[in-house]
């Protein structure tokens, strides 16, 4: 070695003899994990970016189904009425004046 940087070479770096077999596997396996590592952090950041996403989709779904609930209560309340306003056109004004005399009348006989 000493040699070597006398003569100005680099010294050696590594084993001095030929790799073995499980160094060379050791190093295919480190660089299989590596590669493994880097796919699995893509995934990582897809799978985050989905849930975002469906995060945000069920967001303005149930914020749909709110206004929708929201209208079905003025519809109900608006049916309501029609169907009151139907009633009172039914029975006619005849029908109403004697609804209001005879609840009048009732009216006068149950105070006495």
Excluded at 55 to 69: A, P
Excluded at 73 to 100: H, N, P, Y
Aim: hydrophobic fraction near 30%; aromatic fraction near 6%.
């Amino acid at each position: 070695m000493a040699d070597e940087q006398s003569r100005g070479e680099r010294p050696g770096f590594g084993p001095s003899g030929p790799f073995s077999t499980s160094d060379i596997h050791t190093v295919f396996t480190a660089v299989d994990i590596h590669k493994n590592l880097g796919q699995l952090e893509k995934a990582v950041k897809v799978l985050e970016r989905v849930t975002d996403a469906q995060g945000e989709k069920i967001y303005q779904v149930t914020r749909q189904m709110d206004r929708m609930e929201h209208t079905q209560t003025i519809l109900d309340e608006v049916m309501g009425d029609i169907e009151s306003e139907k009633v009172q056109a039914a029975l006619g004004t005849e029908e109403k004046a004697r609804f209001t005399v005879g609840f009048s009348k009732s009216q006068t006989s149950s105070s006495s």
